[in-house]
């Protein structure tokens, strides 16, 4: 039988270090690579209970042309980038982790009128992290 798993999810970021604090030190992520090449750099965090899937952290101009570098660039200014959606089996302790790391809080843990229970911050780049009770 042919399986088909997320391996890879790519994000965007203005400022790696900043990055590094929030995907690390407040959502709790593990650092698993960290490349720099020269005025670039790249990090890889997974969750101790996905191991397998990898989130990639870079700048806006890293692969890309100047020209296509500045688009994303304006973008993610805006907040316009996508972002990404975690599962916590303990929302409530998770939101109180970020509150207390000073994140930009968007909306506290919330009962969705689609069923779900989450909540919603912004990583230091504006991109949407929402995570939901599991």
């Not at 990055?19 to 965090?45: E, I, K, S």
């Not at 779900?116 to 504006?126: L, Q, S």
Request: aromatic share 6%; with cysteine.
């Amino acid at each position: 039988m042919t399986t088909l798993k997320l391996s890879t999810v790519h994000l965007i970021v203005d400022d790696p270090m900043r990055a590094l604090a929030f995907y690390r030190d407040a959502l709790g992520l593990t650092l698993t690579g960290d490349v720099v090449q020269g005025p670039l750099r790249w990090l890889t965090f997974s969750s101790p209970d996905q191991p397998g899937v990898q989130i990639v952290l870079s700048q806006p101009h890293a692969g890309r042309t100047k020209e296509d570098g500045d688009a994303v660039a304006r973008l993610l200014a805006k907040g316009a980038l996508g972002g990404a959606i975690f599962a916590s089996n303990n929302l409530e302790e998770t939101f109180a982790k970020l509150s207390a790391a000073q994140v930009d809080v968007v909306q506290p843990p919330t009962d969705q009128p689609w069923g779900v229970r989450d909540c919603a911050v912004r990583d230091p780049a504006g991109n949407m992290i929402r995570i939901s009770q599991a």
